[in-house]
């Protein structure tokens, strides 16, 4: 049976979730932050003859992202999806979602496949705590300086609301950055994160401008952005699909847990 959950599920709903907490880690930050009321979010559950949740979907504007632990019918959930003409994007952990090929924009979607790592303990050797003093922590001042730097990354691709949804995810305390500039003022290296919950949080962002790489820049960034967060009892996580990239973020603590896919409807 599908049903619409609402705040009264919610108890139920994150307790489901938390068994595998990283891997719903937008979910549960989605439904901490905006809860069952938003115009712009729903979430569904399909419940068991005793009422227990076997698999649930999150609409974030249009944008969905489906769970579950064990085999479930996706055909509920299909019918919904299909309904949003402005449906933009099917994300989550790859098995789930390889689902929902059944749905043709889905299957002749641009689909991404990444890796997805956490971390529970920081590697002390990683740690350079003579150079940390270097890495600063940004304010609502500084998201045109982040933009900025972001602007120079070949691999970045902002979207017309990217700035307005960084600032307001700073201001609501569900996203920080850690940068480091050079002599003249200028950020030249940052990390940051999005979609903070009170079990972990994403860490994006994560780049150096290209006359400044191999200095270790975004490692110091990260290695204090990732202990703030380990002090604080949440758990980092991160996509990547760079074997480069995961060698450094290995090298910090990082472990692949899982595989996740994007599939953006064109």
């Given amino acids: 049976m599908i049903k619409k959950l609402t705040e009264a599920d919610h108890q139920a709903v994150i307790q489901y979730l938390s068994k595998d907490s990283e891997m719903n880690l937008f979910i549960i930050s989605d439904l901490e932050s905006f809860g069952y009321h938003s115009d712009f979010q729903d979430i569904w559950a399909d419940l068991d003859e005793d009422r227990k949740i076997r698999s649930v979907l999150l609409r974030y504007y249009h944008t969905y992202i489906p769970y579950a632990r064990g ?9 919904i999806i299909m309904k949003d003409d402005r449906f933009e994007l099917l994300q989550g952990k790859a098995d789930v979602t390889e689902k929902f090929e059944v749905i043709p924009s889905v299957r002749h979607a641009q689909k991404r496949t990444a890796y997805y790592a956490k971390l529970s303990a920081l590697t002390k050797a990683d740690a350079h705590s003579g150079a940390l003093s270097q890495v600063k922590r940004a ?5 045109d300086r982040i933009f900025e730097l972001r ?9 017309k609301s990217s700035r307005h949804s960084l600032w307001k995810s700073m201001e609501k305390g569900v996203s920080r950055t ?3 500039e050079d002599e003249k003022g200028q950020m030249i290296s940052a990390a940051s994160t ?7 949080a994403m860490i994006v962002g994560v780049c150096t401008l290209p006359e400044h790489r191999r200095k270790g820049l975004a490692s110091l960034c990260m290695t204090v952005l990732c202990q703030e967060l380990v002090n604080e009892k949440r758990t980092p996580c991160l996509f990547y699909d760079n074997p480069s ?4 973020y290995k090298r910090l603590g990082f472990h692949d847990f899982g595989l996740w896919n994007m599939y953006r409807v064109m």
């Fill in 178 to 180: 850690f940068y480091i």
């Fill in 245 to 248: 990239a995961g060698k450094i």
């Fill in 139 to 143: 304010t609502l001042d500084d998201v």
């Fill in 151 to 159: 602007s120079q990354i070949a691999t970045f691709i902002p979207s």
């Fill in 71 to 79: 085999d479930f019918d996706v055909t509920p959930y299909v019918e």
């Fill in 194 to 200: 999005a979609a903070e919950n009170s079990m972990s």
